[in-house]
């Protein structure tokens, strides 16, 4: 029986079409393309409040020097955790939101469509076309939340490149993939809808980022998301 190469035998995960995908390091250390213009909106970027520590792994991003101190003193760590789905009642959510968290932000006859949840809301709820002011706070801490795991993604691209290190190279390549295809996957099992993990696509149509590339670096990335029927959009600045 012919041997399997471990090459021809990895499972790459299906990264959801128009999606930059990062060149394998195999044989040699990839060279990453130009691509994309950066917006001036880079010099100021919208701060952002994560989940994520500033340690593992965005350690090494540390010792990039003046330019991730551009970027992340921007980026907080002070988010706290539904561990409940629809934990926190309001009025004014704080918490990244259990990924099976009711995320329904217009009453009516799309609430199941935008939600994929079977409750109906009440008859004059729906007459009247109230917005769930709840659901559209959701959205609104989801999308931060993938936006700090943009930034650490391909943050970590560049730091392993930095330190020509093929094993961590890899590792950030497969967590960016690995994220696609969770925000690609609308109808989450229960058992992948993990706080702070995954199973946050069932709250998305479609979600997109396109890497913003100089020099062999990603200086950027412009990302969006539509969140059925309103869409979501920043442009981000990375580590590098």
């Known amino acids: 029986m012919p041997e399997t190469s471990v090459a021809a ?5 299906i990264v959801p079409p128009f999606n930059w995908v990062p060149p394998e390091w195999s044989n040699q250390k990839p060279v990453l393309e130009d691509v994309g213009d950066l917006p001036s909106s880079f010099d100021n970027p919208t701060p952002l409040n994560c989940i994520i520590p500033l340690g593992p792994p965005l350690t090494k991003l540390h010792d990039l020097g003046g330019n991730y101190e551009a970027v992340l003193n921007r980026v907080s760590t002070k988010r706290d955790l539904e561990k409940e789905v629809d934990e926190e009642a309001g009025p004014d959510l704080e918490k990244l939101p259990h990924p099976g968290s009711d995320f329904s932000h217009e009453e009516g006859a799309d609430e199941a469509t935008a939600t994929g949840r079977s409750t109906t809301p009440a008859p004059s709820a729906a007459a009247a076309g109230v917005a769930n002011p709840l659901g559209m706070q959701r959205l ?13 993604c391909l943050g970590q691209l560049n730091a392993a490149l930095d330190d020509d290190s093929q094993a961590d190279y890899m590792a950030a390549r497969k967590a960016y993939m690995d994220l696609l295809k969770d925000l690609d996957d609308h109808e989450p099992p229960v058992e992948n809808q993990i706080p702070g993990e995954r199973g946050y696509g ?3 149509k479609w979600f997109y980022v396109e890497p913003l590339i100089r020099d062999g670096k990603i200086q950027g990335a412009k990302v969006v998301g539509k969140w059925n029927p309103h869409f979501s959009s920043s442009g981000i600045p990375i580590p590098h």
């Open 9 to 13: 035998s990895r499972v790459e995960p």
């Open 140 to 152: 609104k801490l989801v999308f931060e939340h993938t936006l700090c795991n943009v930034t650490t």
């Open 202 to 204: 069932r709250s998305l």
